[in-house]
Every structure is written in C-alpha cells, then in structure tokens.
C-alpha cells in the first residue's frame, strides 16, 4: 500500500456495469482440486523468505527486490507457467537513480583539482544531478553580512572563513543576489566538529540518492530549455584544512589581510556525476501467463496484481513490508500452484507482481502505459491484493463498493464468494481508491477491484514482520480470489 494519497487526480469516469446474476462456475472438481492445494504453512514458508531480512526491505531499485523477483520467476518456471512478458517474465521498465559519484566529482581552480569526500564536502541532500558550476571567486573574509550585501555577486563564488557560524540566513540572502555559490574554508580559530564528521551523514544521503520515475520526453519549450540551462541551487562547498593551503596559494588569499570584496583573478568549478548509465535502472514486474483453453476466450486475459516491493531500510532499520505487501506477494504464488491444479480456465490469466508501488503506483503505470500481452489478447479485468494478512480473521476490505462509480461485475463476484471462505460481509476499501496499483488499470480503461484487509499498527513500520500474519486468513483470500477467477468463465462477464 503506497503511503500517501495522490493528490489532485482525475477519476475516469468509467461505465458502471450491470452486475451478473448467479454464477456458476467454470469447472466444479477443477476448483474443488485447485482449493485444496492452497495451504497456509505453504504461504507462511514462502513469506518468511519474502519478508526476510535478506531481501532489506525490497526497495525499489535494490538487490533485496532483484532476489524476490527471482524467487517469483523460479515458482512460475517451476509450475510450467508461460512467460507473460515480451522477453521472458520480466517486464523491465526504468527507474532514474540520482546519486554522485564522489569520484567523479570535483573542485577544480588553476591546475588543482579536489575530489569529493576526500577534500571537501557538499552540504545537503537533494543535490543529485550532473551538473557544472563556474565563475569568478571573490574573498569574503569571516561571512560578515553588512560587507557581503554591498558586493556585486553576480555569478561568482563567494569564498569564505568559517568559524561555525550558522550560514543558513547569509546563503539565502546572497542566493538572491545571483551568486554562483559558495566555498568555505575553516578559520584557524574553528572549533565546531570537524568536516568529516559534520558532513559524513550527507555525502551518505548524496551517494545513494533518490530515486525519480523516467519521464517521457513531451515535447520541450522555449520557457522549458531556458529553465534547464540555469542551475538550480547554488552549492555550497566546504574545503578540507588539508586542502586550505593549496586553495589560499592559488587564489593569493591571506587570511585577516586581504580585503573582504577583493576580486581573485582564479576561475573556480564545482562538477557532479552521477552513478551509473546516467542514473537509469532496469527494474521488472514478475508476469506469468496461464493460457486459456476456449478458442475465442482465451484472448481474454484475467489480471492478478500485488505489488512485491515494499521501503527497504530506513536510519539502518530494515522494513520487511510481510503484510505491505508479502501477504499478497505470496498470495499470489499459491495462486500460481493452486492454477496449476486447475489447469486451463476458458478465459486466460496473468499474474503481475509489480514493483515501484511504494514509490508511487510507479510498477502498474509503467505497464498500463506500456501493456504487453501475448498476440491478439486484451485484458478484461484486474484484480490487486495488496494487504491481506492482518486484523480480524473476518475482515476484508473491497473497493469499488456499489458506492462507487467504478463499481462492475468484479465486486459482485468477490460478494458471492466471500462468505464461503469465511467473510461474511465485504466492508468498504472506497477510501483506499487511489493508493494501490488496481487504480492505473482502472486509469487505463481496464475494470479493476481491490482487496484489502486495512491497515495496522505496523504499517509502514520496520516491525511488519511475518510472525504477526495471519497465514489463515491470507490461504482464505487465495482460495477467494480462486472461487473468482473459476466464477469469471461464463461467454459474458460483464453484464
Ligand atoms: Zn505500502
């Protein structure tokens, strides 16, 4: 379950479907054999694996989810699942991964050059991108703001002494007078912490970065390329006492001598790399396909969705997401064995494991803006479970409810089952609409529903671990979504 709800989005309106009557069901002995192989210390088995800390949290990109997401492929393969991706399972999609490559990066002025982390340090965090910054120095002298605020500062760098003052309010007002940045130099008389020390955390943060959604190039305006050609954010730099003395030689630079505003006849750059092939990342949905057995229905394709990411580690905790979203993770898998016992439905079926969710739904977009299915299919609806192994044993949660204007045939099927695998009475998830992945498929004209067993006290928690799921309850929604896909088998589904 992605954290926060998206703000300012545009519901589609999308037609509400007359709910089918009676149902019956695809293939009685088929399903009463495929429910009987989803079992609960199978579920519980794979899960621990899922939620291990191994795996750190599975964020969207790391290693954690790369090893998920062979672990996903191998049951498929296994189970003699079909490759529901253009290449095999994975559908790979891109991630933007911003963070510096110290190395790379430098100080450079009259034939010095200092690199990163070893002779100065950059202050902050949201400072990832390629970047040059040049111009002019201009010495001055102990920070004091009355002497700065009468300099002309356009595009040039203010050099500094630094005796641990708090820069906060002289950087912002000199920011408005155009200056290209600043270097800070420790005075001799400097006793707060030294740099190493005072900046280690951030050049931390700076090399691991964030992480963006690839957007796709519209096409650029003049305002547009004006605004990529000014650099955003003056840096500020502070320079090692190690590398003091080379810095002051070349500038000709004497502390408690030169006059503050002096212009020094030395060109200064600042420039940033990034890690890697310009930050960009290949990341995957797991898709498996489960091919259909009637000549025309089998183009039909019946979606399964989970996202199988979760926030990896966080101030050195790691999250192990086992319900946010193990519960579904491994709710599909038995999904996966429990097909393999049916063998083949009339309509086909796709089982999605999509990453990037907790970043923002990122997995489902990716795939809804680029879908991929096997020649001549179309999918014909999508069912996400994200969170379903928590709370009372008969709580689950669906949206849409009857209330809402997306509501179809999905929710009436998921009613009529429901209380056979111990749920009495759906509640409403109507409030949870926009933050799972069912709602990029419904985005993208494809009828969607959810199930959802509400969030908990560990939500988002490094303490959402397996040993607090209720494996009982998770083999109850497999079996439900099961009795669902075997209901979704008549000529016509939506009406
Ligand atoms: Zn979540």
Redesign the pocket.
């Known amino acids: 379950?992605?954290?926060r709800s998206l703000a300012s989005l545009f519901v589609l309106a999308t037609l509400s479907l007359v709910p089918a009557a009676a149902r019956t069901s695809g293939n009685k002995a088929a399903l009463e054999s495929a429910l009987s192989t989803v079992k609960a210390d199978e579920i519980q088995t794979d899960l621990y694996f899922i939620a291990s800390d191994d795996l750190k949290g599975r964020d969207t990109p790391s290693e954690g989810l790369n090893v998920a997401a062979s672990y996903l492929r191998a049951r498929l393969k296994r189970l003699g699942w079909q490759p529901g991706a253009k290449d095999g399972y994975d559908y790979v999609w891109q991630v933007e991964k911003k963070g510096l490559e110290p190395a790379n990066c430098h100080v450079e002025f009259a034939g010095h050059t200092l690199t990163l982390g070893k002779d100065y340090f950059l202050s902050g965090f949201g400072i990832a991108s390629a970047r040059e910054t040049s111009g002019k120095a201009i010495w001055g002298g102990d920070g004091d703001k009355d002497a700065l605020g009468k300099l002309e500062l356009d595009g040039k760098w203010l050099v500094l002494s630094d005796h641990g003052r708090d820069l906060g309010a002289l950087r912002r007002e000199l920011l408005r007078k155009g200056l290209a940045g600043i270097v800070c130099v420790p005075a001799a008389d400097y006793a707060d912490k030294p740099y190493t020390e005072r900046f280690s955390a951030d050049l931390e943060r700076q090399i691991e970065g964030s992480v963006a959604q690839v957007r796709e190039a519209s096409p650029a305006t003049e305002e547009d390329s004006d605004r990529s050609r000014r650099p955003r954010g003056a840096p500020t730099v502070f320079v090692l006492p190690e590398a003091k003395a080379a810095l002051f030689g070349a500038l000709g630079v004497q502390e408690g001598q030169t006059p503050v505003g002096k212009e020094l006849a030395v060109e200064l750059k600042e420039s940033r790399a990034l890690a890697g092939n310009g930050g960009l990342v290949d990341v995957q949905n797991v898709c498996g396909f489960w091919p259909g057995s009637d000549p025309v229905l089998k183009n039909e394709v019946l979606i399964v969705s989970a996202h199988y990411d979760?926030?990896g580690v966080m101030r050195g905790q790691i999250y192990n997401?086992a319900d946010?979203?193990g519960s579904g993770t491994c709710c599909l898998l038995s999904l996966a064995e429990a097909l393999k016992q049916y063998g083949p439905l009339r309509r086909s079926v796709m089982l999605m494991w999509v990453c990037g969710?907790?970043k923002g739904l990122w997995g489902s977009e990716a795939w809804n803006k680029h879908p991929y299915l096997p020649e001549g299919c179309k999918a014909v609806a999508d069912i996400n479970i994200d969170?379903v192994g928590r709370n009372a044993p008969d709580k689950l949660l669906i949206t849409p409810t009857h209330e809402h204007k997306s509501y179809s045939f999905l929710t009436k099927v998921a009613e009529t089952y429901a209380p056979l695998e111990g749920f009495p009475k759906l509640g409403s998830a109507d409030e949870y609409w926009h933050r799972s992945d069912h709602y990029n498929f419904v985005q993208a004209g494809i009828p969607a529903c959810f199930l959802f067993s509400d969030v908990h006290e560990d939500?988002?928690k490094p303490t959402d671990d397996p040993d607090k799921i209720d494996y009982d309850k998770i083999h109850r929604v497999a079996r439900l979504v099961l009795r669902m896909l075997d209901g979704l088998q008549d000529d016509k589904i939506d009406g």
């Open positions: 379950m992605h954290v979760h926030v997401g946010d979203n969710e907790e969170m939500y988002h």
